[in-house]
């Protein structure tokens, strides 16, 4: 495990990653599956973090990857049963992050009626970049992100079209969930998910909170 570095100096220990899925209409629509009427997460485990500059490894036995960029919210107190209206206060700091996915694990999953956590925690599938703090970000909700493979654009929207708001989303889970300091919650991704082969270089962006810059490689 790695610790996340804070732009303007130290670092903190990350916990639990909790990671929203279909929160944008488009990327629903486009893995065809409905738009949830509540949030809807999974977790990743907080070993399948790496910084900017590491390599997603793809895992021996493994298909296809996929990537999924994400504008992260990092806890800063632990909070509980909080109100919609406190939700931003609990967050330290943001965050980009590639949600890294074995799509062919997930899809036999997803046939055989089973959890794919597999699919997502494998070690090196969730590259993030430094944290910027709140008072950088000033809304959350209205910021450019997008993801480019080898330079060429694969994902380019805007927070603002998130179905949850990131304030709903800690509201929410905090009421299932005790959130501790250093918990990571993913937002979602956008449309335009797609494939990552051996040598590609990756780079994804959620503009004013950082960049991320990783390489692909098959397993020694």
């Not at 809807?40 to 999924?68: A, M, N, Q, W, Y």
Request: proline fraction near 6%; hydrophobic fraction near 40%.
């Amino acid at each position: 495990m790695v610790d996340i570095p804070v732009k303007g100096g130290g670092a903190i220990r990350p916990g639990k990653l909790i990671c929203l899925l279909r929160n944008y209409v488009e990327h629903a629509e486009e893995m065809k599956s409905l738009p949830p009427d509540e949030p809807l997460f999974f977790l990743k485990p907080s070993t399948s973090i790496v910084l900017d500059g590491s390599v997603i490894t793809i895992p021996r036995g493994v298909g296809h990857i996929h990537h999924e960029v994400e504008l992260a919210a990092v806890i800063g107190d632990e909070c509980k049963n909080v109100r919609g209206e406190d939700a931003l206060s609990h967050v330290m700091g943001y965050a980009t992050m590639i949600d890294v996915t074995a799509r062919d694990v997930q899809a036999k999953a997803k046939k055989e009626g089973l959890p794919w956590s597999i699919a997502k925690g494998y070690d090196t599938f969730a590259p993030i970049s430094a944290i910027a703090p709140t008072s950088d970000v000033p809304d959350p909700h209205n910021l450019k992100i997008w993801l480019k493979v080898n330079g060429a654009v694969r994902q380019n929207s805007y927070t603002s079209l998130m179905i949850h708001r990131l304030d709903e989303v800690i509201s929410y889970s905090s009421s299932i969930m005790t959130l501790e300091r250093g918990d990571i919650i993913a937002t979602g991704t956008p449309k335009g998910v797609g494939p990552l082969f051996h040598s590609d270089t990756v780079e994804a962006c959620v503009e004013g909170v950082g960049a991320v810059t990783v390489k692909v490689a098959d397993a020694a």
